[in-house]
Nanobody, 128 residues
Framework: QVKLIESGGGHVETGGSLRLSCAAS????????VGWFRQAPGKEREFVAS????????FYADSVKGRFTISRDNAKSTMYLKMNALDAEDTAIYYC?????????????????????WGQGTQVTVSS
């Protein structure tokens, strides 16, 4: 059983930065792709970014490309999301997700309900 725990959310002003972390346990972290999703009030959960098991390949939603950076440290079993130039549209609960079979590219295209591993989420609020 894989457990994912997010941290690092909070309240930030428009234009500010945050770094989210996702700590994994229960399975060799380096064996599966992981990613970030977010859900704003009244909206569907949407893909943000994903990274391959080795970290060599990354994928981003168009809305965050150039502002967000996903990375992972397999030695620490932790994934990160560095978010810069935040605006109100980024306000959401951010979830980390993983899957033992799907690639990072597949995670960027498939419905989120297909993935096996989920964290509990961390709130990010951006205001002026």
């Amino acid at each position: 059983q894989v457990k994912l725990i997010e941290s690092g959310g909070g309240h930030v002003e428009t234009g500010g930065s945050l770094r989210l972390s996702c700590a994994a346990s229960g399975r060799t972290f380096s064996s599966f792709a992981v990613g970030w999703f977010r859900q704003a009030p009244g909206k569907e959960r949407e893909f943000v970014a994903s990274i391959s098991y080795s970290g060599a390949a990354t994928f981003y939603a168009d809305s965050v490309k150039g502002r967000f950076t996903i990375s992972r440290d397999n030695a620490k079993s932790t994934m990160y999301l560095k978010m810069n130039a935040l605006d109100a549209e980024d306000t959401a609960i951010y979830y980390c997700a993983g899957d033992p079979v799907l690639s990072a590219q597949a995670m960027s295209m498939m419905n989120y309900s297909e993935f096996d591993y989920w964290g509990q989420g961390t709130q990010v609020t951006v205001s002026s």
